[in-house]
């Protein structure tokens, strides 16, 4: 495809999304870096260097579209156990990204949040990620939550400690209550999560808040996901019905 063609399927594909209703929180799995990586004769780490690439060209269009989150799985709690090597660059990575794109993110009014046990990770990671947090609170353009050291059921387990530490009975423990204590409160949940490399797994992302989310895998490894394959997930989720536990028929009447 030329250059020219690329542009006129991008525009075609940024108009149909944009006139079918965007979603609010879009969450991604970010995998297939060591494949892509593998395929091309080069290292593990080079192939997260690619992908940390596509990530700011991504968050870019994802707030051009006017999506209000996105949240991106950058390192679980299950991560630590790779070769120390790959862990030690991908901290590199993550921390030079909160570093380098701070300014930028924050002229755009984008808001920083992080989720996972983040008092574990590194005192500069906390620091800067701390530092983004502060500085762009107050913004209101797309919320990126950058999910590192993170972990579904940790961050449930997390939710429950807290509340018993505040001392809510047991009766009064909600659906409600479990949302309000987790890593962040005011998070809708996702209505669209995607995973790269055609992999069908949810590997211990998002378990409270994917109840009802819509999943679209793309066979393309993160590096190669780009933004047309980004519209074109966006496309898949739109055609789909949300149905929440009701019968098709009654969607279709409420929204008659
Ligand atoms: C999974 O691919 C990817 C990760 C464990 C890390 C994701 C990290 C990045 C995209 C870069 C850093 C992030 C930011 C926000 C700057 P994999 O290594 O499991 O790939 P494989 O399954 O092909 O081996």
């Known amino acids: 495809m030329t250059d020219e063609e690329r542009n006129s399927l991008k525009e075609n594909l940024v108009e149909e999304v944009l ?29 997260h260097q690619a992908g940390a690439r596509n990530v700011k060209r991504l968050v870019q269009l994802a707030d051009d579209l006017g999506i209000r989150h996105i949240t991106l799985y950058a390192f679980s709690i299950e991560n630590w156990a790779r070769p120390w090597l790959e862990v030690s660059a991908l901290m590199r990575l993550i921390l030079a990204y909160i570093i380098r794109e701070r300014n930028e993110l924050h002229k755009k009014g984008v808001r920083f949040r992080f989720l996972g046990r983040i008092s574990e990770l590194s005192p500069r990671i906390i620091e800067e990620a701390q530092r983004s947090t502060e500085l762009m609170a107050k913004n209101t353009g797309i919320t990126l939550n950058l999910c590192i050291n993170y972990g579904g059921r940790s961050e449930i387990v997390d939710a429950i400690k807290k509340i018993i530490i505040v001392g809510i009975p047991p009766e009064k423990i909600t659906e409600e209550i479990i949302s309000q204590y987790l890593y962040v409160p005011d998070l809708p949940d996702p209505d669209l999560i995607i995973r790269t490399s055609g992999e069908m797994r949810i590997s211990n992302f998002l378990l409270w808040q994917c109840a009802y989310s819509e999943l679209v895998i ?14 074109k997930s966006l496309r898949v989720f739109q055609l789909r019905e949300r149905r929440f536990g009701k019968t098709s028929e009654q969607i279709i009447s409420s929204e008659g």
């Open 218 to 231: 793309s066979a393309k490894y993160w590096p190669d996901f780009d933004e047309i394959e980004f519209l």
């Open 19 to 47: 006139n079918s209703g965007v979603p609010e929180h879009v969450a991604m799995i970010m995998d297939g870096n060591g494949r892509w990586a593998k395929d091309r004769g080069f290292t593990r780490i080079r192939g």
